[in-house]
């Protein structure tokens, strides 16, 4: 499964690579989703793929009896989704008030005005 | 000691605060704690003039092996005591020459920063404590020099004294570092137990340390800043830019003329480069007018005779360095106020303008006399004991003593002429009108000078006195071996004696002949312009002009460029380590692949493919939507529940967010040639395999056990919940979260801001734009109607 | 966007009117339980965050925000307060910083009431999520008007 994983990945990576390679502001958007997508899948491969072992302890126990998936990666992953999602908020609203001011998405037009 | 450092540190933090409680009387206020560093570091004469340092230490950063320690031997407390006693007379003399003037007490604060800065450097015993001291030399010079920050004149002086002399640090700093290798401890004292002079590093650090010393103590070719630096207010000419600050490489060459000296290179380089500096030095201020450009370039010619004594290494040139530095502090430091005393009484900065004072002003007469005999060294001043055993050093040198005893009689006759023209010049002679009304100065501005020329006297006239508490001891730790030379005013009818008496004439001479002799060598005007200064000058606009190249090559402004460029190399170096690896096992196993896992990869993949060559904005933020879901329930397969629930709900804020702005955006265009898609393309393909590979090799060599048992086995126990994942986001690691919520924090404040807080030009733009989209409106109406 | 307001469903709008209450009483159902079953103050903040977006969408901007009666941004403030505030206990017990502390308050009929700074943080989160995802939708919202 890793393999699959790691496939899909490099898949993500280069979408997303490609979209921020692109001209348009709107496309570079596009790209920064992909890449937190993507990103947030490498921890999650990384840190090991368990099937059917969440880190929750049955109620009255001490720890996981027989194996968990990664907590800590998981958490990592959590607060990097919620981020990405801040980040992302901030770059939609300003694409919008760029494109509101400028009229173009085209970066290449943008850099000549302040 | 650390005592004494911090306690003029402290004093110069609240130095502004005094001043605008105490006003005017400040400056006498303030130079009580050197005088009574003064005292504290006498009362230790005769200890260290027994040959027992005081060693002190704190630790400061112990896991570097950098402490705060110091070390006072016969070398630091001489120039301690000069430091803190000129240091105090410098306080008194600015508070009255500045007097009124509205930064004062930054100026005190500046001033006792140096003060404290030079005292850490002179007293460390550490190799990085020290050069962190010596940076702030330069630092608080910086800000001296450029003192009278509103004339851009004086800012471009304080910036070349700056650049001049961090660049020496920045060398220094290395050959420090090297010289901590080579002797396996950053201690001073350590270090001068051994000879390196052996050692493979040795011609690297010490071209280095010699760049740090070279620049700081403005020998040739970086001499041209210490005349430059005379923008800065008198008092700190006097003291920074010749009696303390220019020494600090002096100081370190002496410092470390143990461990590093000795060798063909040291000799060579040193006694060649001083010889030329003072030389160079002499021959300029012979030439220059302005009474502090004299005292400048004459500076430069003592700091090139102190270097070419260090170059020795000689017992006697030891003895003779120690010597001739206090001598040329005591009478250099006179003989800059009382320029200062001219300029401020009277009102005159040029010789050529300064005659007949002596009526008018006849107290300081008598002390620029006096010290202007001792610079001539005219017996029995203290000078004449420092140059006569000058002349002994270099006459009992190395194989180039017929060379070096030539360039030191003839720098002799130049010094004799400058001397002369500071005793006679302004006082003798026809009284020319002043451009103020020339008066003595109050006794604040007159007693340092005074001092100090009395004591050239007085230890010309006993010079057992300084030699038995202090010089020995101070040669001493320079030689690196118990001196026997001793001092004497009078060794007899010898051949120094000759040449001594043979320079004054000369030189008296020449004095006669100033004006003509300056004629006559106008020519270096000319040659000026090709000189080391214009080389700076060339250099610094050559360094502006790659800067400006360089940010245009590289932060052209283009996010692609920047990710083009970054991605290309990660791809390169990532790349070329993984071939290089000697066992290259990827574990291409696709057995363990479930049904439904494979749909989602199946979706994924489609899901990806059309994203990127899809044509409409509303087409993609679907496809996002389902892409966003599909690896949610990647999550959800592979045990991380919350992290699933977690995308599901962000994938639909997130939706709702890009339709929101969805119709204000413009249609796809294809703006990029088809080469640079295919370019683009390429690289993309190239990072999306690194990374797979990366993957799947982590993946392969596991090698270390994680830190999530810990975790587990803790969350019951010490967080009381079963939910791990939100026990560690809430306990274990709450500080990461509190930093994360805060952020979050930040993109609602950015984003309000953004639109709410528009300023300026903005509001026109936006109200033309609302208009137009209000006409749109109406006209999209109208067409349905 | 008025136009893709005005475009009111009446089934959406009575339908949200029902889930609403459930949705925000489910959201915090979620913080609360965070700390033993999966939920948290990310997930309920988010799941309160999308119901108010919803009521947005069904009815109209201003019934939104007089549904939340603060700004926005004020919560995101209150919701750090406390996040940061609940570190705070710990130093006074005199453990280090930000270790976690929890007190047992007996209630008369439902046995006990365990109360802890991890859950005032969380509680930090939810209103600092609920916050920020909202401040981005109503400045979006607002830009438009």
Redesign the interface.
């Known amino acids: 499964m890793t393999t699959m994983m790691a496939i899909l990945i490099g898949c993500l990576y280069a979408a997303a690579i490609y979209m921020m390679l692109r001209r348009s502001m709107v496309k570079l958007l596009i790209g920064l989703i992909l890449l937190s997508n993507a990103a947030n899948l490498l921890i999650f491969t990384v840190a090991g793929l368990e099937r059917g072992v969440p880190p929750l302890i049955a109620k009255g126990a001490e720890t996981v009896v027989g194996g968990s998936a990664d907590p800590l990666a998981q958490a990592l992953i959590l607060t990097a989704i919620v981020i990405g999602f801040g980040v992302l908020a901030f770059a939609v609203v300003l694409l919008h008030r760029a494109y509101e001011v400028i009229r173009t998405d085209d970066m290449n037009e943008m850099k000549g005005t302040d | 000691m650390l005592n004494v450092v911090l306690s003029i540190f402290l004093l110069a933090c609240i130095a502004p605060h005094l001043y605008r409680l105490l006003g005017k009387h400040t400056g006498l206020v303030l130079a009580l704690l050197p005088a009574t560093l003064f005292i504290y570091f006498a009362s230790q004469l005769s200890a260290v003039s027994q040959g027992q340092p005081l060693l002190q230490s704190w630790p400061w950063f112990p896991g570097l092996g950098i402490q705060l320690s110091f070390m006072l031997d016969g070398l630091s407390l001489l120039f301690a005591l000069l430091i803190t006693g000129i240091g105090t007379f410098i306080l008194c003399y600015a508070g009255q020459y500045l007097q009124g003037h509205p930064a004062l007490g930054r100026f005190f604060l500046f001033l006792l920063s140096f003060m404290g800065a030079m005292l850490g450097l002179v007293l460390s015993d550490n190799l990085i404590t020290l050069f962190v001291f010596w940076e702030l030399t330069t630092v608080s010079s910086f800000m001296l020099i450029g003192f009278n920050h509103e004339d851009s004149e004086s800012r471009q002086k304080a910036h070349q004294g700056l650049m001049v002399t961090v660049l020496g640090g920045l060398a220094l700093m290395t050959g420090l570092i090297m010289l901590g290798m080579a002797a396996g401890s950053y201690q001073l004292s350590d270090v001068l137990q051994q000879d390196l002079t052996g050692h493979s590093l040795y011609l690297p650090m010490l071209i280095l340390i010699l760049l740090g010393a070279f620049t700081k103590s403005a020998q040739t070719p970086f001499h041209f800043w210490l005349p430059n630096a005379m923008a800065a207010p008198t008092p700190v000419s006097a003291y920074l830019h010749s009696a303390t600050m220019v020494k600090a490489g002096v100081y370190l060459l002496a410092r470390l003329q143990p461990s590093l000296g000795g060798s063909e290179v040291w000799l060579l380089t040193l006694s060649a480069v001083g010889a030329l500096t003072m030389l160079t030095g002499i021959f300029l201020a012979s030439r220059a007018t302005g009474i502090k450009k004299v005292l400048a370039y004459s500076t430069v010619m003592a700091l090139g005779t102190l270097t070419m004594l260090l170059g020795l290494g000689t017992e006697k040139a030891a003895l003779a360095a120690v010597t001739f530095l206090l001598a040329h502090a005591l009478y250099k430091g006179a003989l800059f106020m009382i320029a200062g005393i001219l300029d401020h009484e009277a009102g005159i900065k040029d010789f050529e303008k300064a005659s007949g004072l002596r009526k008018l002003m006849p107290r300081t007469t008598l002390v620029a006399v006096v010290a202007a005999l001792s610079l001539a060294g005219v017996i029995p001043l203290f000078g004449f004991v420092g140059k006569e055993l000058l002349l002994e050093a270099v006459l009992s040198g190395s194989q180039w003593q017929l060379g070096l005893t030539a360039a030191t009689v003839l720098a002799n006759i130049f010094v004799v002429l400058v001397a002369a023209l500071l005793a006679i010049k302004p006082w003798f002679g026809q009284a020319l009108p002043t451009p103020k009304p020339a008066h003595d100065p109050g006794w604040q501005m007159l007693a340092g000078p005074a001092v100090l020329a009395t004591l050239g006297l007085i230890f010309g006239l006993l010079p057992m006195l300084p030699d038995q508490y202090l010089l020995n001891a101070a040669a001493t730790a320079v030689y690196g071996q118990p001196i026997s030379g001793y001092l004497a005013l009078w060794h007899g009818i010898n051949l120094p004696l000759m040449l001594s008496l043979g320079s004054l004439v000369l030189g008296l001479l020449l004095f006669r002949f100033w004006q003509p002799w300056r004629k006559l060598t106008a020519v270096v005007e000319t040659l000026s312009k090709a000189g080391p200064e214009a080389g700076y000058n060339k250099l610094m606009a050559a360094l502006v002009s790659f800067a400006a190249w360089q940010t245009r090559v590289l932060q052209n ?4 460029n920047y ?2 460029t970054t ?1 290309a190399t990660v791809v390169l170096l990532v790349g070329w380590a993984m071939l290089r690896l000697e066992h290259f096992e990827l ?4 057995s ?2 479930r049904v439904q ?2 749909v989602i ?1 199946l979706v ?2 489609t899901t ?2 059309s ?2 060559v899809l044509n409409s ?1 509303l087409g ?1 933020v679907a496809l ?1 939507g389902a ?2 879901f599909a ?1 949610a329930l ?2 959800v ?7 699933g ?3 599901v ?2 994938e ?3 939706v ?3 339709v ?2 969805l ?4 249609e ?2 294809r ?2 040639s088809t080469a640079h898609r295919a370019r ?2 390429l ?3 190239a ?3 690194v ?3 990366l ?2 090799l ?2 392969a060599s ?1 090698s270390m056990e ?3 048992w810990y ?3 803790k ?3 010490e ?13 274990f ?6 930093g ?6 930040l ?6 801001a ?3 807080l528009r300023t300026g030009a ?1 509001p026109v ?2 109200a033309d ?1 609302r208009l137009t989209a209000e006409q749109k409106r109406q006209q999209s109406v109208k067409g349905e109607l | 966007m008025s136009r893709q307001f005005n475009m009111r469903s009446l089934i959406l709008s009575t339908g949200t009117t029902i889930i609403l209450p459930l949705l925000l009483l489910f959201s915090l159902f979620l913080l609360l339980r965070g700390h033993n079953e999966p939920g948290g103050g990310f997930i309920g903040g988010l799941v309160a965050a999308a119901a108010i977006a919803l009521k947005l969408f069904a009815d109209d901007y201003p019934s939104a925000k007089a549904l939340l009666r603060v700004h926005p941004l004020q919560l995101v403030g209150i919701g750090l307060a406390l996040a940061a505030l609940s570190s705070l206990p710990s130093l006074l017990v005199g453990d280090n910083f930000f270790t976690a502390q929890w007190w047992t308050l007996p209630l008369p009929i439902f046995g006990e009431l365990k109360l802890s700074t991890p859950l005032i943080f969380d509680i930090g989160v939810f209103l600092g999520v609920i916050g920020t995802v909202l401040t981005v939708i109503f400045t979006l919202v607002e830009a438009e008007h």
């Open positions: 402004g283009y996010l692609r990710l083009l991605m574990n291409w196993q696709f363990d692949v896992e494979a990869f994924l993949l990806i493919i994203a990127v904005f993609v996002l892409l966003g690896v990647i999550y397969f592979f045990s991380a529940v919350d992290v629930i977690t995308q709900l962000v639909t804020i997130t709702l967010l890009l929101l702005v119709y204000r955006l413009p796809f265009r703006l990029s683009d393309a690289i993309a393909i990072s999306g395999t990374i797979t590979l993957i799947l982590v993946t596991r994680g830190i999530a975790f587990l086995e969350s019951v126990p967080g009381y919940g079963r939910n791990v994942v939100n026990v560690i986001l809430v306990d690691r709450a500080l990461d979260t509190l994360e919520i805060f952020v979050l924090a993109v609602a404040i950015g984003v309000y953004m639109v709410h903005k733009t936006n734009k």
